[in-house]
């Protein structure tokens, strides 16, 4: 039988995980993890060239300068899986001054998040940047390994509770500690990818960066996941020395 103390803690760490998770997940699905703004577009020449722009980000190759800079000057913002810029709905840029303004994004596909970073962007001969590089590749990899973390606490939880057993606990809260702290390895990763970033691509002038909302998610779900880690381990350890002495005193 399990002890009104353990099963509370025990209910709270699964909502905790829960949310962590929900949070999590939102998160890299979504492309707010990091925002430019951008000034306003003046001037039928500046029009034409950020078009130009704006076409080679949605229908040309992949290049870290060319999204880059593109990302730059259209209010650009940027994910783990997803990068887009906002643009007028109308064909004619620079006659609506209140143009409707509407969100066009590109997904980077599973061999682009392993693409080198190089130490000039878009210049290949320059040497590929190693750091950089891992950075991205970690960023792209930390929260999916995170989830897996999760999904398989998840599966041993649900194992544990057809069995009627709190013996996995222990491991249950050591899986969650980990995906938490592979959650805050992609937060980490990401932000020294982008401070490296902006010191290789100089931002134009008059446009400012910021964290996104979905950067906060991920990193409002490290500690939930730890939270939910410190409860499972405490109820693992209480309940372990209690069933030891329990074991004890009825040989004494």
Request: net charge neutral; hydrophobic share 45%; proline share 3%.
């Amino acid at each position: 039988m399990v002890d009104n103390r353990y099963a509370t803690a025990l209910v709270i760490a699964c909502v905790l995980s829960i949310l962590a998770t929900v949070y999590l997940s939102v998160a890299i699905g979504t492309q707010h993890w990091y925002q430019y703004s951008s000034p306003t577009v003046r001037g039928e020449a500046n029009v034409s060239e950020l078009r130009s722009l704006y076409e080679e980000f949605m229908d040309g190759e992949f290049d870290e300068k060319t999204y880059s800079d593109t990302l730059f000057r259209l209010n650009g913002t940027v994910g783990l899986w997803w990068r887009c810029v906002l643009v007028p709905s109308s064909a004619h840029w620079h006659k609506e001054r209140d143009a409707k303004m509407m969100l066009e994004c590109r997904s980077f596909t599973l061999s682009q998040q392993f693409t080198p970073k190089y130490k000039e962007p878009g210049n290949h001969n320059s040497g590929e940047d190693m750091l950089r590089t891992y950075l991205w590749r970690s960023q792209f990899l930390l929260p999916l390994v995170s989830l897996g973390l999760v999904v398989l606490a998840g599966l041993t939880g649900f194992c544990a509770c057809l069995c009627g057993s709190l013996t996995p606990t222990l491991g249950i809260g050591i899986l969650h500690l980990l995906a938490g702290l592979c959650t805050l390895a992609t937060v980490c990763c990401y932000l020294a990818g982008m401070d490296l970033l902006h010191r290789v691509s100089m931002l134009p002038d008059k446009v400012d960066g910021s964290l996104g909302w979905s950067l906060y998610l991920a990193l409002i779900s490290s500690p939930l996941h730890m939270m939910a880690a410190a409860l499972l381990v405490w109820a693992a350890r209480s309940h372990s020395q209690n069933y030891y002495r329990m074991s004890a005193y009825r040989v004494a």
